[in-house]
């Protein structure tokens, strides 16, 4: 089992900077891969990025190209999603996810983005 917590959520004007930081604990030797993925009111959970916890290759949706960083620190069992430029329709309920090497999967609780004026 792998326990993921997210932090970093909160209120940003249009423009602004948040990171998101997933920090995981439990089976973490398993791990493979971890990643964002974001859920706007009436909408489906869609992909944000991810990122391999070995090599650190990276994987973007469109919508966060160029605006938005997924990274790792692995002596901290942590990864963060760095967004900058937000916009309105970046607002959403941020959550973090686990992959592991026996093809399970893990999420965290939740974060709420809101990017208004």
């Known amino acids: 089992q792998v326990r993921l917590v997210e932090s970093g959520g909160g209120l940003v004007q249009p423009g602004g900077s948040l990171r998101l930081s997933c920090a995981a604990s439990?089976?973490?030797?398993?791990?493979?891969?971890m990643g964002w993925f974001r859920q706007a009111p009436g909408k489906e959970r869609e992909f944000v990025a991810s990122i391999a916890w070995s090599g650190g290759n990276t994987v973007y949706a469109d919508s966060a190209k160029g605006r938005f960083t997924i990274s790792r620190d692995n002596a901290k069992n942590t990864v963060y999603l760095q967004m900058n430029s937000l916009k309105p329709e970046d607002t959403a309920v941020y959550y973090c996810?686990?992959?592991?090497?026996?093809?399970?999967?893990?999420w965290g609780q939740g974060a709420q983005v809101t990017v208004s004026s």
């Open positions: 996810r686990a992959w592991d090497t026996r093809q399970s999967s893990y």
């Open positions: 439990g089976s973490i030797m398993r791990l493979s891969a």
